[in-house]
């Protein structure tokens, strides 16, 4: 039991006893705390159950030395780091503090018992990151957001909707308006006032970005709903959305219908349920080519040819029109959606054998009746 003339710490028992009391050295400065039991049964006073209590009650003022916590056992002693968040297995759980040490825009959050001890209730926060959203909002180096767990960490680019905030995105225009994006990173959605909070990053994208010449902002969305530089056509739910807009481009004859998403929310005006009423609404005129229907899917893609009858599976159930692509001699009738979407009602039939016979009933060729 004889005194080294430097204290004993405590190392999960071993070395000294649990407890803690103050040894007054030369000056204040280079006073510590020691849990050797010559010093605990000569002390004055309760002994502490926590070396960080009692460096914090006795010497808290000291100089930026900190010669009491320096004493603190390894396995304690604070790093000069913060304690990157309970997950890192150090700290107290749920307290976290600002550090200055290095000033303002080197300041980070910890959760460190040597930092946290004798910090005033009302400056401890429940989470590393409302500490330094609260504290270090204005940070332009960002040091302390840095400093959070590693699946936490901001990239420098968006969460795309499996990262961050689920249904809160915010417009972030760190590089101006053409590279925008919308984010759901907690750095970037806290503090934000809520109206200019979004349930999607669509809507997002759509209401700040919606004129950006680089797409930016539609190029950050998940890979599933990337554009492609053209449209995509629903294929029974797939690519796409199951309502129709129409895209203008170079000229009314290259003008499609889309179900992307990117143009269904930048279009103007309601969306069709069908890619048929959508074309025949807007591009009907077309020319020969008919550029919009040849955009449709080719599951639902007219043929040239008629549809046989529901029989076959296709078109319209009993609607039926004549068509005279090639002449009344070669006339036919079809229910393929291209082809009866804009007829005259009074045009339509309920069968194709009804069709034929009031339309091509003189026909010398009998085209007509032999497609039934």
């Given at each position: ?9 405590d ?7 649990d ?44 100089d ?62 429940d ?56 984010s ?22 759509t ?108 078109g ?28 005259p ?26 497609k039934?």
């Amino acid at each position: 039991r004889q005194p080294s003339g430097q204290p004993s710490f405590d190392n999960n028992g071993e070395g000294g006893l649990d407890v803690w009391v103050p040894v007054w050295t030369n000056s204040y400065n280079e006073g510590y705390c020691s849990n050797k039991k010559e010093d605990v049964f000569n002390a004055w006073g309760d002994p502490f159950d926590d070396a960080f209590e009692c460096c914090d009650f006795w010497f808290g003022l000291q100089d930026d030395q900190k010669f009491c916590l320096s004493k603190v056992p390894d396995f304690i002693q604070p790093s000069g780091q913060p304690s990157l968040g309970t997950a890192a297995g150090l700290g107290l759980p749920e307290q976290f503090v600002a550090i200055y040490t290095n000033g303002y825009e080197d300041g980070y959050c910890s959760n460190l018992k040597a930092d946290v001890i004798g910090t005033p209730e009302a400056q401890i926060y429940d989470s590393e990151l409302d500490c330094c959203t609260r504290v270090f909002g204005d940070q332009a180096s960002g040091t302390c957001i840095s400093k959070l767990d590693g699946d936490r960490q901001p990239s420098g680019q968006p969460s795309l909707s499996e990262l961050g905030l689920p249904n809160q995105f915010v417009a972030v225009f760190t590089n101006g308006y053409d590279e925008g994006y919308c984010s759901n990173l907690k750095e970037f959605v806290i503090g934000t006032p809520d109206a200019q909070i979004y349930e999607s990053e669509f809507e997002c994208c759509t209401d700040n970005f919606a004129d950006q010449t680089t797409g930016t902002c539609i190029s950050k969305l998940d890979g599933d709903r990337q554009p492609s530089g053209q449209p995509s056509f629903d294929n029974n739910g797939e690519g796409g959305l199951d309502v129709w807009v129409p895209v203008w481009t170079n000229s009314y004859n290259e003008g499609y219908c889309s179900n992307k998403k990117e143009d269904v929310f930048n279009a103007w005006g309601d969306p069709f349920d069908d890619a048929f009423e959508c074309c025949d609404f807007w591009f009907g005129l077309q020319d020969d080519q008919k550029f919009c229907l040849s955009k449709v899917p080719d599951f639902i893609q007219p043929s040239g040819q008629p549809s046989l009858g529901t029989a076959a599976g296709l078109g319209l159930p009993e609607q039926f029109v004549a068509i005279y692509t090639n002449g009344y001699e070669d006339g036919y009738c079809s229910n393929l959606k291209a082809d009866v979407i804009g007829t005259p009602e009074a045009q339509i039939y309920d069968s194709e054998l009804d069709c034929c016979t009031r339309v091509f009933g003189d026909q010398a060729s009998g085209t007509c009746i032999s497609k039934l």
